[in-house]
């Protein structure tokens, strides 16, 4: 009997499991077995990992061989095993010495022709690794840049199983015809830890939030919602700009932390979503789906265990959603439970799997089903009763927990005609930004929370007080029915953000008031700006 193990890692969401992948040969009728909760991808290895070997210039055991794959209750898929399964029978014929794959973590797909192909999670595979205590990784070379974003782990990235071979038994490496787009030339051995690495943000078009013409109110309110990771709704008829400010919420926001960035990727490595030359996504994602997109296309979904959606895509960044009432309403109140908890928790008869979903949700909305009229339009070309209908697709409880509502007005002709630019640049905007988020995370040391969006009700009541006689106002609303307990709880956290762009070290009446005219949409008095 010929015994070889080595390892390989399986993703169940975005964590991933590590693998131990056993290869035993023993006399018999030559047959390959593979064992151990294999999906239909992996059980086509076989013929896949057959064929790599033989044209990798070895010979196929003809022997009986079993591949089991363990731990064995736990559930495997895609073609990330391959390389792994091919090193683990070649060690058990004794082309290679079975002591050098033990601790080794191999990820990758093989081509039929030997060569080494890349797949999705990368990181999440190799974070887990270094988890489970592995220093080695071998990894397609194309992901060797993703994979060397973990800390304290040496990476190997091959083109060819030829290659591979040649490393791990010290003879000649052969030249290999590299990928197009890889960022490796010729393979390197075992090296110790590699440093992390990054690529600048290359994104063809740079929005500035001065090309926004006009809206007062929605600039203010986006810098609100930068500030305080709140979720907005911008309500408006068509051409007035709401998709230019979603669109330039990513660009105020300030960049990602090193774990945050981690997260990140990690999902979007998962997803098959990562820009080409960029392994470490460093800004906030921006995820817009189309208005037919289905629930599971939202928050995950899929044949098998679910992939991520566009809720954690979207993680640590900005959801917008345009037409916002043409959206499904089953796809539109599962976005409930990740707006309050940060996560989505997705069960299927394969198993039930938890995703990242902390992100700031913009919806957009017309007026109404022309989009050019509203209730008191006397030139309305919709009926009251269809307009109604439209806005009641957005349903009371998921309003409820959106924290910033704005009407965005039409632009005017002395909007467009203006030769003074009139509104602040992204850069000086992101400047207060950073800056109110600064103050909001020293208020906060010490608790689990970094802004304010993220304070939960009882606690921002309790620990943070504003200043005497600030939230009359917002008590008097609550009394009439204005307010809901957590839409108090809302202004509240909007109070504070504006506190913090302002620079004072808690809300005073005017802040409270714009708290309530951004909520409500009610004006209280209180101009539509951020007062130092």
Not at 143 to 151: I, K, M, S, W
Not at 503 to 515: E, F, S, Y
Request: net charge neutral; charged share 20%; aromatic share 2%.
């Amino acid at each position: 009997m010929a015994f070889a193990r080595t390892c390989s890692v399986a993703l169940v969401g975005v964590e991933g499991v590590v693998v131990e992948v056993q290869a035993d040969l023993e006399p018999g009728v030559a047959a390959f077995s593979l064992v151990g909760l294999p999906d239909k991808s992996l059980t086509e290895s076989r013929d896949r990992v057959r064929a790599a070997v033989v044209n990798s210039g070895n010979s196929w055991p003809q022997k009986k061989l079993t591949v089991g794959l363990s731990p064995a209750s736990v559930p495997k898929g895609g073609s990330g095993f391959d390389l792994a399964v091919a090193c683990a029978v070649l060690g058990a014929a004794e082309r290679l010495d079975p002591r050098t794959l033990a601790d080794v973590v191999m990820i990758g797909e093989l081509g039929l022709d030997g060569r080494v192909l890349p797949v999705r999670g990368i990181l999440p595979a190799v974070l887990a690794a270094a988890d489970a205590g592995y220093d080695q990784v071998v990894v397609p070379e194309h992901a060797a840049a993703e994979a060397a974003l973990v800390p304290g782990i040496s990476v190997l990235g091959i083109r060819s199983l030829r290659q591979l071979i040649a490393v791990l038994t010290d003879e000649p490496v052969p030249e290999e015809e590299p990928a197009t787009d890889t960022t490796r030339t010729t393979p390197a051995g075992f090296a110790g830890t590699l440093a992390t690495i990054s690529t600048p943000d290359t994104t063809a078009a740079h929005h500035d939030l001065s090309e926004v013409v006009g809206q007062t109110a929605a600039r203010t309110a986006l810098e609100v919602a930068a500030a305080g990771g709140h979720h907005l709704f911008l309500q408006g008829p068509p051409g007035a700009g709401k998709t230019m400010l979603a669109e330039r919420l990513p660009s105020i926001m300030p960049p990602l932390t090193q774990k945050e960035s981690l997260e990140v990727t990690a999902v979007h490595s998962v997803a098959g979503t990562l820009p080409p030359g960029r392994p470490l996504v460093e800004t906030p994602p921006y995820c817009a789906p189309h208005h037919s997109a289905t629930m599971q296309s939202l928050v995950g979904g899929g044949p098998g265990l679910p992939r991520p959606g566009a809720v954690s895509l979207a993680h640590r960044g900005v959801l917008f959603l345009d037409e916002a009432p043409e959206f499904s309403a089953k796809a539109l109140d599962a976005l409930r439970q990740p707006l309050e908890s940060g996560h989505i928790v997705v069960a299927r008869a394969a198993g039930v799997v938890q995703l990242p979903a902390r992100f700031q949700m913009i919806l957009a909305a017309n007026p109404c089903p022309c989009g050019r009229c509203t209730l008191l339009s006397e030139t309305s070309s919709c009926t009251p009763g269809a307009i109604r209908r439209y806005q009641g697709r957005l349903s009371g409880p998921l309003l409820d927990r959106v924290d910033l509502k704005v009407e965005v007005e039409p632009v005017t002709r002395a909007d467009l005609t203006a030769t003074v630019r009139r509104g602040d640049s992204t850069r000086q905007v992101a400047d207060r930004v950073r800056q109110a988020r600064e103050r909001a995370a020293a208020r906060l040391t010490g608790t689990p929370w970094t802004t304010n969006s993220h304070i939960p009700g009882h606690e921002l009541r309790t620990r943070w007080h504003p200043a005497p006689g600030a939230l009359h106002e917002a008590e008097r609303d609550l009394e009439r029915g204005l307010l809901t307990a957590r839409g108090l709880d809302r202004v509240l956290r909007i109070a504070w953000t504006i506190a913090d762009l302002s620079g004072r070290d808690r809300p005073d009446v005017n802040d409270v008031n714009l708290a309530l005219h951004l909520r409500t949409g009610i004006p209280r008095g209180t101009p539509m700006a951020i007062a130092p």
